[in-house]
Structures are given as C-alpha cells and as structure tokens.
C-alpha cells in the first residue's frame, strides 16, 4: 500500500468515528415523526399533548419505565392513538386516565380499552347515560378490570427512588351539574419539574382545590376557555410552559384571548395544538425541553 492510501485510509476511519460519535453523543434522534429522546440513564418523562383536535388527549412516559394516557379525544382518534403509542415503542398504558365523561374526552377510550394492554383505569364518580360512557364501562368489564375512583387524595405513584410522584388532586366533590367540574386534575412531580393536567375544570372546582397546584408545565383547563384559567389559579400554577389542546377554528372561540393575556402575563411561554399539532415536553428531572410538529391524530 503506498503512503498515500494509507493517508486516504487513515483520513476515511478518522472521518467514520468522527460520524459515529456525533450520532451518538446527539441527545435527539427523531424516528418516523414522533421525538426519540435518549439520555444516558434512560431516566426521562416525555409528556406528548397530541393533536386530537378540539378534544384532548396526553400520552405521558414515565421515569420509571411505566406509561399514562389522560383522555383520548373523540371517537374516531382510537387507531392513531394506539398507533402513536406502538411507534413510542410502548405496549402497555399502566394508567389510564378518562378526567370527564365529555365525547372530546373519552371518546376513543372503549376502543383503546379494546384494543391494548391496560393496567388501571380511573374515572372520577360521575356518571352518565351517554353511549360513550356506556361502552367505556362495558369494554372495562368485558376485560374483568374494575374502575378506580379517581378523587382528590388518590396517590397514583409515590417513587422516591426515581423522585416520581404522581397524584390526583381533584375534584374534591363532584358537582354533577357541569361534567367539566368533576374532572381529574393530576400533578407529576419528578425531579425538579412538575406538570399539571387540568381536564376542563372550571373556577367552580379549581376553587376547592386544596393540594398545591404550583407547576413548571401546565396543559391550560378546558381548551383555553376563560372560565377555566382566572387569574388566582394561573398566579397559584405560575406556569413556566402552557400547553393548549384546542382545534383550529372551533365553535367555542377556544381558546380565550383573556386566557392568552393572563398567561402572557406571567411570561408563560404558549405552545398550541391548532398551531403547532403534537407537542413534546422533555423532562431530565432539572431541564425542560419542547419540541413541536408532531403527528396529528387522524381526523373524522
Ligand atoms: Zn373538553
């Protein structure tokens, strides 16, 4: 081999590690188009705000290696949700969680119950005669699982080992006039981060709240309506990152313009689904990191 092909030689392998170690240092890989997000401890919560629309639905991956879905939006979302969540690399949903019996809530959540492996299951006690809410208690009893009562107190995960802890802290009563105001409201705390989901409380349950709703990353009650983000709940949650489900050019006027001013306000930053379809936020347990862009859930 003459001296100027083992330079060449020499140059090629240098230049094939350079390329190996850049791949691998890089903390973001992307495959198909959902955030892969590796860390050296694999120790990492990706809270995925999908794009359903006017409706909400949260896939959450946990630290510990365990999974949560909060909602799954209306009835037609169910394949893309479960498919969104195979991509993830997920099998299972340990939790499932339905905050409210609204359609833009739990409407695919039968057939998710159908169709994947489901550890629990929690909904708040407040019933109602709706066909969705019928088939999301047959396909729970058809499976032999029992629905849990999710209330205010409820712990759902108290890891100290991963500094993981995961509660209900609402509806503390349950005013079966409004729906919206026997929603779920769950908190995440890992590490030094927390996360807030809200469902579509309204002020008349956000009043009763009593647990600390203070957070880093708030998904914005009731798709951004006004009467679900006063101004002493935003100052009280004084969010670092709001998160907004809501459908573009909705009925509703979703979301408030009053909302937007009091987070704004706050020098929240705002990501919304209308705008910017599925939405990531990463945490290390210190760092929050979104990105945006994601696959939409198949519409109607
Ligand atoms: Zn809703």
């Given at each position: 081999m003459t001296g100027l092909k083992i330079k060449r030689l020499i140059c090629a392998v240098a230049l094939c590690l350079a390329a190996i170690f850049t791949l691998s240092s890089c903390d973001s890989l992307f495959i198909f188009d959902i955030p892969r997000l590796y860390y050296p401890n694999g120790k990492t919560l990706v809270s995925h705000y999908l794009d359903v629309g006017q409706g909400d639905s949260i896939f959450?991956?946990?630290?510990?290696?365990?999974?949560?879905?909060?909602?799954?939006?209306?009835?037609?979302?169910?394949?893309?949700?479960?498919?969104?969540?195979?991509?993830?690399?997920?099998?299972?949903?340990?939790?499932?969680?339905?905050?409210?019996?609204?359609?833009?809530?739990?409407?695919?959540?039968?057939?998710?119950?159908?169709?994947?492996?489901?550890?629990?299951?929690?909904?708040?006690?407040?019933?109602?005669?709706?066909?969705?809410?019928?088939?999301?208690?047959?396909?729970v009893k058809k499976k032999k699982m029992k629905v849990k009562n999710g209330k205010a107190g409820v712990n759902i995960l108290n890891d100290e080992e991963n500094s993981l802890y995961v509660n209900i802290i609402a509806p503390v009563d349950t005013d079966v006039k409004n729906l919206n105001n026997t929603s779920i409201i769950i908190k995440i705390e890992y590490g030094e981060t927390s996360f807030l989901?809200?469902?579509?409380?309204?002020?008349?349950?956000?009043?009763?709240?009593?647990?600390?709703v203070s957070a880093d990353v708030l998904k914005v009650g009731h798709h951004g309506s006004d009467t679900s983000s006063p101004q002493s709940f935003i100052d009280a949650v004084n969010p670092k990152i709001a998160v907004i489900s809501v459908g573009?050019?909705?009925?509703?006027?979703?979301?408030?313009?009053?909302?937007?001013?009091?987070?704004?306000?706050?020098?929240?930053e705002i990501y919304r689904t209308d705008e910017l379809q599925t939405i990531a936020v990463t945490s290390d347990g210190i760092n929050l990191d979104v990105k945006s862009g994601f696959r939409t859930m198949e519409r109607e």
């Open positions: 959450i991956e946990l630290p510990n290696g365990e999974t949560m879905l909060i909602d799954s939006g209306e009835n037609y979302h169910g394949a893309s949700i479960i498919k969104y969540i195979e991509d993830c690399g997920r099998d299972k949903i340990d939790y499932l969680v339905g905050t409210h019996p609204h359609s833009d809530h739990i409407g695919s959540m039968a057939y998710i119950v159908r169709n994947f492996d489901i550890g629990s299951v929690y909904l708040p006690n407040a019933s109602t005669n709706t066909y969705t809410y019928e088939k999301l208690l047959e396909a989901y809200t469902g579509d409380a309204e002020t008349g349950e956000l009043k009763t709240v009593t647990a600390d573009e050019d909705n009925d509703y006027g979703h979301p408030s313009s009053k909302t937007l001013k009091r987070l704004e306000n706050k020098g929240c």
